[in-house]
């Protein structure tokens, strides 16, 4: 029996623990520092304790306590920070990539340069640490693609601008380089500005091979009909029909997915954990590289995970021993949605204290729904153990379904039974996929 520990405390992480509670090989799943939701799992199996995700050192001395034989990490700054390095320092197994393998993530610029060097397909762009040598980069006539800004490290999924003319552009770079983003915004991403679909496609690796784990389609924007601000994902659905079109995916794996392989297999790409891949299709089924994650997305995973019929366990050591090749993952065919329930001023403010109630939806108790938490505790109130707001993302709800319009009405249902005053949610996760089913 498997003793395992997973690093984070949002939904993503909420996800990673009820998958694997389910394994019957694991005895017992400790959350550093967990949630609301993780709390209320079999109390038998599943416990929280509240440790700062920074304090690398109390965390290898838990899992030393706890006799943990594997540690997933789950949230992209502890990454960027280097937990991984400092645990397997300490003698223990840890699922995700090393500080310098994160950098694929934690640095942009970096990220495109690899790209780049890898001959995979990405759009121009150009980077810069100075606002003025920005500003006069794209006041060139030739340079007016030159349409996304994004700041260089870690945003929270916050950091990027979609503009369309050059005084959005300009605006952007001043909010960065104004330090709207502190040390992230240091370096600013000028980027050529895509049309297309986006993908978010996950892999595995063990460092040597590349796996698929799953693809779904997020919704950035903050309002239906994908218009307000970039937030770190206010849903997303799988399968994605652009993705199951043979052509699309034969370009994917073709000009994306077998290069990186090759990369890992020859010794040019040193990666081991989750790769995500963010993707933009043109119109021509033409894919282009939009970024590069080294963890697992979120909302993406709480889409994924429900349709893994596969023990998640197995595929998570075999990517710490070395021993990925040949792995084959079995799938349901039922669609899913996730719905990310958030508050009302999200992203501009999170909420924390305000008090959460959750009923089990029709659909919950058919085994077609799942409620993930993403930002909430437990609280004393008046003397009772509380259910409490603690971020702007408060839950996931995952609806499955034989149809996407089923997945999402099942999505729907469990929202409905989420209540606390300032909760918000989008009503349109999926739609592309949905007309597309109109349609046919």
């Excluded at 009909?225 to 652009?242: H, I, K, Q, S």
């Excluded at 939806?361 to 085994?367: D, L, N």
Aim: hydrophobic letters at 45%; a negative charge.
């Amino acid at each position: 029996m498997t003793s395992v520990m997973v690093v984070g405390g949002g939904g993503r992480e909420h996800a990673i623990v009820w998958k694997l509670a389910q394994s019957q090989d694991v005895a017992a799943v400790v959350c550093v520092p967990g949630n609301g939701g993780t709390a209320l799992l079999d109390k038998s199996k599943v416990k929280n304790v509240a440790l700062p995700l920074s304090d690398f050192a109390a965390i290898a001395d838990l899992a030393r306590a706890e006799k943990s034989d594997l540690i997933v990490v789950g949230p992209d700054n502890p990454l960027a920070d280097g937990i991984v390095d400092y645990l397997e320092g300490q003698g223990l197994t840890v699922f995700g990539p090393t500080r310098e393998q994160a950098r694929l993530e934690w640095s942009k610029t970096y990220a495109k340069q690899k790209m780049i060097d890898l001959g995979l397909p990405t759009a121009r762009f150009y980077s810069t640490g100075s606002l003025e040598d920005a500003l006069a980069f794209i006041a060139k006539a030739e340079n007016s693609w030159a349409r996304v800004v994004k700041a260089d490290g870690l945003a929270l999924g916050k950091g990027v601008f979609v503009c369309d003319n050059e005084d959005q552009v300009k605006e952007a770079l001043r909010t960065i380089f104004g330090g709207g983003f502190g040390a992230a915004g240091e370096i600013v991403v000028l980027e050529e500005k895509l049309v297309g679909e986006e993908l978010s496609l996950l892999c595995v690796s063990d460092g040597k091979t590349l796996l698929e784990l799953g693809c779904a389609q997020d919704h950035k924007r903050r309002f239906a009909g994908d218009v307000g601000p970039n937030t770190g994902g206010m849903g997303a659905y799988t399968p994605v029909p652009l993705y199951d079109n043979a052509a699309v995916a034969a370009r994917i794996r073709s000009e994306v997915l077998a290069p990186i392989g090759a990369a890992l297999a020859g010794g040019r790409l040193s990666f081991k954990g989750v790769l995500f891949i963010g993707l933009m299709i043109d119109a021509a089924g033409a894919p282009y590289i939009l970024e590069f994650n080294a963890r697992l997305g979120d909302p993406e995973t709480q889409a994924i995970l429900p349709r893994l019929k596969s023990d998640l366990l197995p595929l998570l050591l075999s990517c710490t021993n070395g021993t990925l090749a040949g792995t084959v993952l079995n799938w349901s065919d039922m669609a899913s949605v996730c719905i990310s329930v958030v508050t009302r001023e999200y992203p501009a403010k999170s909420s924390s204290g305000e008090p959460v109630t959750v009923e089990v939806s029709a659909a919950e108790r058919r085994g077609e729904a799942i409620v993930f938490h993403a930002g909430t505790r437990l609280q004393a109130l008046n003397g009772a153990e509380t259910l409490v707001t603690a971020g702007g993302r408060v839950f996931s709800a995952v609806g499955l379904g034989k149809s996407m319009a089923e997945a999402r009405q099942a999505a729907e249902d469990a929202v409905d039974k989420i209540h606390f005053e300032t909760k918000d949610f989008r009503t349109d996760i999926g739609w592309r996929a949905l007309e597309q089913c109109v349609s046919k």
